[in-house]
């Protein structure tokens, strides 16, 4: 039977004990019992399937990362605690010093962080290339570039990367394509559809989609997780057992918030457009965006994140969170509750002025991640804010 997304996000493959209980246990166990010495040698020698540790796998780990393949059309995976374990496991598993890394510019802070003071350190190189200009990542490719690493939409510029021109090059060059699909989640963009050989997640945001948890995972096909897997059973950034279940079981409902967060992001864009204190409002699925036609070839719709630029700059970003009544100050994105960010102050502060210029983050722009409350409370709370500015 070919299931739909729905069905493969509730329809869990995990068994069921004696109780027959209809919804899948938390199995907090660190370890697994063997039945005899046979058992345990035949685990150990990878003939027979079964668990053994949980740093290794877990019932709930597993669950998790069958479902998360599954909805993004890949093979197998890895769950992680973090995002950026995720991120770093997708690096280090499969690099090698002497390797080069054609990266999009406007990567995660913490990725960036990874590419120019760790990976650096054990002789992997990277070039940035910018994420709209298909033609800079073609003169960035060297011949040892074994990996090319996008983020689409990007955090927090909302830049565009054209996947199934990534995935073309990647397959002319021989290298591997990594997308960090975090912002669209698996039920608006499959980067694997477009060639990428591995799909990261941050699922502490849109996944869990509640601000509860941490977690991460790796997507890909057989072939390429097989090393990311090896260097996270033995690095051992392993999930908990109760994180990779409550977030099996936010998967259940992801279409249905996601829905609702691209609805709302688009009319609070909408509603924005044009406002006398804003210079820009971004969407992608806005018409203005530059990258509206790019966005929706390969997105299903625009996803929950909304930026926009207040002309007043640096002070006056500060200002509208400051007015802000309901919605909350916070750096997470990805929640049902609606949360501002001023990235100039915060999260990019340790950037230079012409490194945040250069992934579009101009000293007024504030970032919404927009939740599931009322649309009309929303778009109150942010107009009342944007007089105080
Ligand atoms: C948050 C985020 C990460 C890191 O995820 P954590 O779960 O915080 O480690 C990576 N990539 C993107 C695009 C993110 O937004």
Redesign the pocket.
Known sequence: MQEHFDTKAIRDQTPRSVHREHSVPVYLTSSFVFKDAEHARALFAEEVEGQIYSRYSNPNSDELISKLAAMEGCETGVATA??????FASLAGVLSSGDHVVASRA??G??HQILTQILSRWGIEHTYADPGDPAAWERAMRPNTRMLFA?TP??PGLAIVDLEHLGRLARANRTLLNV?N??ATPYLQNPAEFGADLV??????FIDGQGRV???AVLGSREAIERVRFFCRHTGPAISPFNAWLLSKSLETLSVRMDRHCAHALALARHLQGHSKLNTVNYPFLDTHPQAELAKRQMRQGGGIVTFEIAGGFEAGKRFLDGLQMISLSS???DTRTIATHPASTTHSKLSEDERQAVNIPPGLVRLSVGLEALDDIIADVDHALKSV
């Open positions: 973090t995002g950026m374990a995720a991120m990567v995660f913490s990725t983020e990007s955090n960090d975090c912002f990261t997640h941050s699922a502490t945001k941490l977690g991460g997470n994105l990805g």
